[in-house]
């Protein structure tokens, strides 16, 4: 398990769940987790994890879901039924959520086009999770504060309407599937609603002043990549 810290002293531990990435960021009195996971039946071995932390049941303040894929929130349900935090999620997400299920966005890539026309015929049968309500409707610049962390919650869509990242303490970025980490010299999501949108989410994302941007699957993406692909997409995209 890794760990970060911000110059103010926001603690970051990252929790890998199979293919998935869960974060947890600890304040003085917050503790605050950022997506689940995929699998209910694990939900026992990530709420060993967090116990490891020295996070005992009941002390998980927030439950922010940057966006309602089952891979990104399966457990929130039983997250909430443990701890009782208040779910934070974007308000476009909230119809998903209440029904269980979000539907797959296309795909970027020849293979993940097929993928996403499988994952439309399967639909909730393969991809839905237990419905839950959120707390917190997010928009864009909601803030969370806690003595010097200051948790700040944007919009970044493309992925999806509703995806939304977390910046803490203007130094590292939580991004969800607003880029993966998993290809070489390659940001690019294999699936998103609307790339050229995605696009305009990594340019708002480099104005945050981050330098550390850890996704949703795989590893950390530095703010070189992400400038690189940034400006190679803004001209395959024709957007300036």
Request: charged fraction near 25%; charge should be neutral.
């Amino acid at each position: 398990m890794m760990k970060l810290k911000t110059k103010k002293g926001a603690a970051i531990s990252i929790i890998k769940d199979g293919r998935n990435n869960v974060y947890l960021i600890s304040g003085e009195n917050i503790n605050v987790l950022i997506d689940t996971g995929r699998s209910s039946p694990d939900f026992p071995a990530l709420r060993k994890t967090i116990e490891g932390l020295m996070i005992k049941p009941g002390k998980i303040t927030h439950l922010i879901i940057t966006h309602s894929h089952y891979d990104h929130c399966m457990n929130a349900k039983a997250i909430k039924d443990l701890e009782n935090c208040e779910i934070i999620l974007s308000r476009h997400e909230a119809v998903f959520a209440n029904a269980g299920f979000t539907p797959l966005p296309g795909g970027t890539r020849f293979i993940s086009n097929l993928i996403t026309r499988l994952g439309k015929a399967l639909g909730p049968k393969r991809f839905s999770y237990q419905p839950f309500s959120a707390d917190i409707l997010a928009d864009d610049h909601l803030i969370l504060t806690d003595g010097d962390l200051q948790l700040e919650i944007i919009e970044t869509p493309g992925h999806t309407r509703g995806s939304i990242s977390i910046i803490i303490d203007s130094e590292i970025a939580l991004i969800g599937d607003a880029m993966f980490g998993v290809f070489k010299n390659s940001v690019m999501p294999p699936f998103a609603e609307d790339p050229k949108e995605l696009v305009k989410s990594w340019g708002k994302l480099l104005k945050t002043g981050c330098d550390k941007f850890l996704p949703g699957h795989g590893n950390e993406v530095s703010r070189e990549l992400l400038q690189r692909e940034y400006e190679k997409y803004i001209l395959k995209y024709h957007l300036q």
